[in-house]
């Protein structure tokens, strides 16, 4: 009997409750690249809680090394990629344009869930979410009401996540 897995929907809110807690585990002040290892750590030890193979570059020992995307969930059969679960991609920089570079990464993973995690403030943020929707509707190629799009934006005004969740054809759940 094949074990069962939590449903993206499922996944994605383990995802959303770690997110959420970490403004209050790293306080203010911390550089980005600690921000980037934290939520790398928080979501890498998810997945392998899940039985995933997690990649994500920085970890040497613990995670496969960096591979494709900023962190990625896979599994093998007979030596052979089988499965791409989850795809992470994380930008900083305040510019939608390194924004869409990333996030357009994730528009050519056959992924689950695809994560995209962002900062920003209160005048950019309704905006960046707009643009990041459209990206997906735009590109047709892929796309599949199956997929789960997750875009967490930092926003630094509120030093708060603010979150919201696509499926694979732009449709907000």
């Known amino acids: 009997m094949?074990?069962?897995?939590p449903s993206p929907t499922e996944i994605a809110a383990s995802i959303v409750e770690s997110i959420n807690s970490l403004p209050g585990r790293l306080g203010r002040g911390i550089k980005d690249r600690v921000w980037t290892k934290q939520l790398k750590d928080d979501i890498g030890t998810l997945g392998e809680k899940h039985d995933w193979t997690?990649?994500?570059g920085?970890?040497?020992g613990r995670f496969e090394g960096g591979w494709l995307y900023d962190l990625v969930w896979y599994k093998e059969t007979n030596g052979h990629l089988s499965q791409v679960y989850l795809v992470l991609e994380s930008e900083w920089?305040?510019?939608q344009s390194l924004i869409k570079y990333d996030f357009e990464k994730l528009l050519l993973a056959k992924a689950t869930l695809k994560v995209m995690i962002f900062q920003t403030d209160?005048?950019?943020?309704?905006?960046?979410?707009?643009?990041?929707e459209e990206g997906i509707r735009a590109f047709p190629l892929l796309q599949s009401a199956e997929e789960t799009y997750l875009l967490i934006a930092f926003n630094n005004d509120s030093f708060k996540f603010d979150i919201?969740?696509?499926d694979g054809c732009g449709v907000r759940r």
């Open 93 to 95: 920089g305040k510019y």
């Open 54 to 56: 997690v990649c994500a």
């Open 58 to 60: 920085g970890f040497k």
């Open 122 to 132: 209160n005048r950019r943020i309704e905006d960046l979410f707009k643009f990041l």
């Open 164 to 166: 919201r969740q696509y």
């Open 2 to 5: 094949q074990p069962t897995h």
